[in-house]
């Protein structure tokens, strides 16, 4: 036997056991699980949306001696019709990972040590008393609705206070400023049904192949079944969704605004708009002198005077897709005979323009008339399972009110005084600071301004996720009267540095209800028992209410004295919800759901009562009840043949115009350098992203054996060229280097995707490597969304030496 | 046809099977000779920084040990694999509670669960569209590796469920990953029989499990191989569980409890 030979046989050895140990995600080392039962015998299955992205898929749970057994698509779902992704199968192990947190945590001298829940809840409480107005809670889109609403009803009525904000700052904002800059309201007016009637779609720096699975299979399956659909990428990177395209049309960063305009020049100068379609329906707009999100009205020649240097070969020489590709992008958009969807997530949204390419988006689909039938819409995708849901409609937000209310306005404060029941005066009229200015004021020494002196993190991981954390984050850990409380199922990024850690039930471990990216509200209920002492996050804000009402906060009491979250039984009487062995005696989420059902008529958006979503794998609002008293729910908003608001013999209306004439906004917003480019000290474009395997920061998804496995760790992404200049291969160590910090990552050149020359790609799920200490805290002027897609960046190999040393 | 012309053709023929026996020759040659270890030691690495940085092209041997996994040795046996005929499909023997048992072990290793989409036991393109329908679309033997057939109908994107089970190169595993205590459904095992000699239910959803014959045909696992594969109409005597299809049913999935308090 010569060297190779054994060499190879070791390694079959090794792998054989590693195998062996990999059979159902078991290590042998922790010990031989117990066989479940076989024959799928007592195994009890229900309904739940999946905890990931939004999508919102629907699972069916299998639980079988109070765990967790099996998942499987759920047929009657109508968003994903049975089929899920890797990570929908995967997310029942979500909740098994061997490390999670089961007993409140808190920090005394350099470690965590174990506290009672009333400790915990005491601690939090008198961090509130300190002083009430510098108290944030920071939340997510995976706060269930129930529980966003509880926090805002904490936070507003309780604190009259606005310092509440969520992570969807960082991921939805441009869309929402989009829509309510183009529509006067918030969501998108399409649905999934529209991707089953596209001939065309159109991803703006989007990778749903990625990001959005099962709705993008949705779209290629139609292949299988004899149907054509062009697919057309716009995107700076090819992605696995490139590979699925038409056309993939590369595009500088940031260039996106000119390719949009182009698209609009031709399709005035050509005259292929859909006249009859503006005329009816659309006014124009433009950036005003003081930038407002209103802007400034303007008529159709002015429109078209601005859009004049648009010409085709101005955007090639600006963008780099090429002229004839934007004359067919035109020629798409000009033809009446094909239905248009456009998708985008991210790319448009992370952005510092975010709201102004929104809206030329949304600006293409009204004059061309692809707008308002099925197969013709421009719908933005979330990455979160309620970021629609809780975070843009119960509006977890620091200038937000539930039911698309903002603080600013008397009106909307004096009703939600009167539907929470407090004294008028109560709300606070000015809005509290959104993400990056609360962290940044939380990570500044108090003489020096910082007045945050407390963040009560829930279902998110900031010191992962935030841009530019040496800035954002790492300052306020040492700072001695700041305070971090993080409720958490892992010991994520954020948990770890925490001062106080809270142990969250998670997903199926507690009742919930979550909104899709399509409108849809979903419910579930609770099937199994969280983990050791772990509780969910919406009992511990009612816990921490009532403590602070204990320790006689009048804030918690509304005007007649009771307590803010009161909720009576059966028996009339009020049941102590702040004792968790009482909080399940009745559904905690119904009474909250059916309170906050009362706040969303105004903008049309209505929900059904709450046994509807019991029955329903969802429904789509706005949720009309019939004369024959069942629940309608409407898939096409604005569209006279759908939405029960438009008024009778009208195929479109905008009712909630922001120039109160019916009309929607068409924007012209030019195209302006981006804040940092590259250079010749930073000569590389920085993006990152995700991938398939794992979800947001990767708290849940790294803990799942299969997903791990197949996504193991971070990495960059070059393009062969630039790898053959530094003299890198794969899997080499390089250092990837910004203004605000630096990463050591291993090389995967074509890899999961390929950038182009002089660009780089970094997916950020991993916790051990953070590639938000490198990103731009830029952004967009009106969202407050800042720019995760681009900025300068250099890469250095490691050298050889050093790698020797370490 | 005249005899002149039939020897005429006998004589080209002979000529083309000599030509054909030397290119065969040449291919075994040169595939046999691929697969050893180049035996020229490799170029020492030039001075010239250029050169060195350069990427070069690797030989079939290389290429044959960076193929990791179960795929690693797919072309042993390969040639013998290709006389054997898939018709007539002949009846196989009754599988052995052994072999049952491997099988169904041998499915938990690529499983979290009894239903979980199987994780890819080779290496993939992690970019381009996968090409896994070109021996996955009908399923394929090629010496002692199978590519069993898909089980459900053929969707586009492989990857939306299918991930690989071991971490694509050049990435690693970190080694202090927190375990999972997850304990998967296990195997449905075998079907509920009215009587003994009665066709067997099926034991488990049908749902993303259509096509019985890719684990039931002839390439499937042994242990779960039907011992009559002639026969195709799988659901003419096996009957399906509308419980374990969503189709309602006590406690099944796609039952709506009733609201708890």
């Known amino acids: 036997m010569d060297r190779r030979d054994f060499l190879k046989g070791t390694a079959m050895t090794a792998a054989t056991l590693a195998a062996s140990r990999l059979a159902y995600g078991q290590d042998k080392a922790a010990g031989t699980p117990p066989a479940a039962a076989p024959g799928g015998q007592g195994v009890q299955w229900d309904k739940a949306p999946c905890r990931f992205c939004g999508t919102g898929c629907h699972v069916q749970v299998g639980v079988q001696n109070g765990k967790v057994v099996a998942i499987a698509g759920d047929q009657q779902a109508p968003v994903n019709k049975g089929l899920l992704c890797v990570k929908g199968y995967h997310v029942g192990l979500a909740l098994y990972g061997s490390d999670r947190l089961t007993t409140p945590l808190l920090k005394k001298g350099d470690k965590h040590v174990p506290i009672s829940w009333e400790e915990a809840i005491d601690i939090v409480a008198r961090r509130v008393l300190k002083d009430p107005k510098g108290f944030g809670i920071y939340g997510s889109g995976q706060w269930t609705i129930p529980e966003g609403y509880a926090a805002s009803k904490f936070v507003k009525g309780g604190l009259g206070s606005n310092q509440l904000d969520a ?162 992008l035109a020629d798409l958009f000009g033809r009446r005979d094909v239905r248009i969807t456009s998708l985008w997530c991210m790319g448009m949204n992370q952005h510092t323009r975010g709201t102004a390419i929104n809206n030329l988006v949304h600006g293409l689909h009204l004059l061309s008339g692809h707008f308002g039938k099925p197969g013709d819409a421009p719908t933005s995708l979330t990455g979160q399972p309620s970021a629609c849901g809780t975070v843009r409609e119960v509006g977890t937000l620091a200038h937000a009110l539930p039911g698309g209310r903002v603080v600013a306005k008397a009106e909307h404060r004096a009703q939600m005084e009167e539907i929470w029941n407090v004294p008028k005066g109560r709300l606070h009229d000015k809005p509290g600071y959104h993400t990056l200015e609360m962290w940044k004021r939380f990570s500044t020494p108090t003489e020096q301004g910082g007045d945050i002196h407390t963040i009560w993190v829930q279902v998110t991981n900031p010191a992962q996720t935030l841009p530019n954390t040496h800035k954002l984050v790492d300052p306020s850990r040492k700072l001695a009267d700041k305070f971090l409380i993080v409720s958490d199922v892992y010991p994520s990024a954020t948990a770890r540095i925490a001062d106080l850690i809270l142990p969250s039930a998670m997903w199926v471990e507690k009742n919930g209800m979550t909104g899709n990216s ?66 399940y005696d009745v559904n905690v989420d119904e009474h909250l759901f059916e309170e906050y059902r009362k706040t969303t008529r105004i903008k049309h958006k209505d929900l059904a009562p709450y046994p509807e979503y019991v029955k329903a794998r969802g429904l789509r609002w706005p949720v009309v009840q019939q004369p024959d008293g069942g629940w309608r729910e409407t898939r096409f908003r604005f569209a006279g043949f759908d939405d029960p ?141 800042p720019d995760y897609k681009k900025c300068a960046a250099r890469v250095r190999r490691r050298e050889l030496v050093a790698e020797k040393q370490g | 046809m005249s005899p002149e012309g039939g020897q005429g053709s006998g004589l080209g023929a002979r000529w083309l099977h000599v030509g054909a026996a030397v ?239």
């Open chain 1, 167 to 328: 992570n969807a700052r960082l991921c939805m904002a441009s869309a929402v400023t989009g829509f309510l800059a183009t529509y006067g309201v918030d969501e998108p007016a399409g649905c999934y049904d529209d991707l089953d009637a596209c001939d065309v779609l159109i991803m703006w720096g989007n990778n749903p192949a990625e990001m959005h699975p099962v709705l993008f299979s949705r779209v290629i399956d139609r292949r299988s079944r004899g149907e054509k659909v062009t697919l057309i990428d716009i995107g700076t990177r090819k992605t696995r969704t490139s590979g699925f395209c038409d056309h993939s049309l590369r595009f500088k960063p940031n260039t996106d605004l000119a390719i949009a305009c182009g698209i609009a020049h031709l399709l005035v100068e050509n005259g292929t708009y859909d006249k009859a379609f503006v005329e009816a329906n659309c006014a124009f707009r433009a950036p005003s002198e003081p930038a407002t999100l209103e802007g400034k009205a303007i008529t159709f020649e002015e429109y078209r005077e601005l859009l004049k240097p648009y010409t085709p070969e101005k955007v090639e020489e600006i963008s780099g897709v090429p002229a004839k590709d934007l004359r067919m």
């Open chain 1, 518 to 583: 399509e409108r849809r509200t979903q419910q579930w209920f609770k099937m199994v028992r969280p983990p050791g002492q772990a509780r969910d996050d919406a009992w511990q804000l009612i816990a921490v209410a009532h403590r602070l009402l204990a320790l006689g906060f009048e804030g918690m009491k509304d005007k007649d004295g009771r307590f803010l979250f009161e909720v009576k039984g059966k028996d009339g009487k009020p049941v102590p919800l702040w004792d968790f062995a009482h909080y």
């Open chain 1, 645 to 785: 608001y438009v008024k009778k013999g009208r195929d479109i209306q905008f009712y909630h115009s922001t120039t109160h004439d019916d009309r929607a906004q068409i924007w012209f917003s030019p195209y302006e350098p981006p804040p940092e480019s590259p250079d010749t000290e930073f000569p590389f474009w920085l993006c990152t992203g995700r991938v398939i395997e794992h979800w947001h920061s990767g708290t849940m998804t790294m803990r799942i054996p299969q997903l791990q496995r197949a996504m193991p760790q971070a990495y960059v992404e070059m393009n062969r060229a630039d790898a053959r200049r530094l003299g890198v291969g794969n899997g080499d160590q390089v250092t990837v280097e910004t203004r605000r910090g630096k990463l050591d990552l291993p090389v995967w050149i074509g890899g999961r995707g390929e950038p182009p020359e002089g660009s780089l790609f970094v997916p950020f799920f991993d916790e051990r490597l953070l590639i938000n200490g490198l990103t731009l805290d830029e952004h967009d002027p009106f969202s407050k969304q």
């Open chain 2, 23 to 261: 290119a065969v020759a040449f291919a075994a040659t040169g595939f046999f000779a691929g697969l050893r270890a180049p035996e020229m030691p490799e170029r020492p690495v030039a001075s010239d920084p250029h050169a060195r940085r350069a990427e070069r092209a690797p030989s079939y041997g290389e290429l044959r040990e960076q193929r990791r996994g179960d795929n690693a040795r797919m072309y042993e046996g390969a040639i013998e694999s290709l006389s054997e005929e898939p018709f007539p499909v002949k009846p196989l023997p009754v599988a052995t509670p052994e072999q049952r048992a491997r099988a169904v072990a041998q499915r938990q290793g690529h499983r979290a669960y009894d239903g979980a989409p199987p994780t890819i036991p080779h290496e993939i393109d992690q970019r381009e569209v996968p090409g896994c329908l070109a021996c996955h679309g009908k399923g394929m033997t090629l010496g002692n590796r199978v590519a069993p057939k898909i089980s459900h109908p053929p969707y586009q994107s492989c990857t939306q469920c299918h991930v690989v089970g071991d971490s694509p190169r050049p990435l690693a595993p970190y080694k202090d990953i927190p375990g999972n205590g997850f304990v998967g459904l296990a195997s449905a095992g075998k079907g509920e029989r009215a009587w003994p000699g009665a066709p067997p239910t099926m034991p488990h959803p049908t749902l993303m499990r259509d096509d019985c014959a890719s684990c039931h045909g002839p390439r499937g696992l042994p242990g779960l191989r039907t011992s009559h594969p002639e026969r195709l109409n799988c659901q003419q005597c096996h009957g399906s569980s509308a419980r374990l299809d969503q189709r309602g049913g006590a406690g099944g999935p796609g039952l709506v409890m009733e609201a708890r308090p």
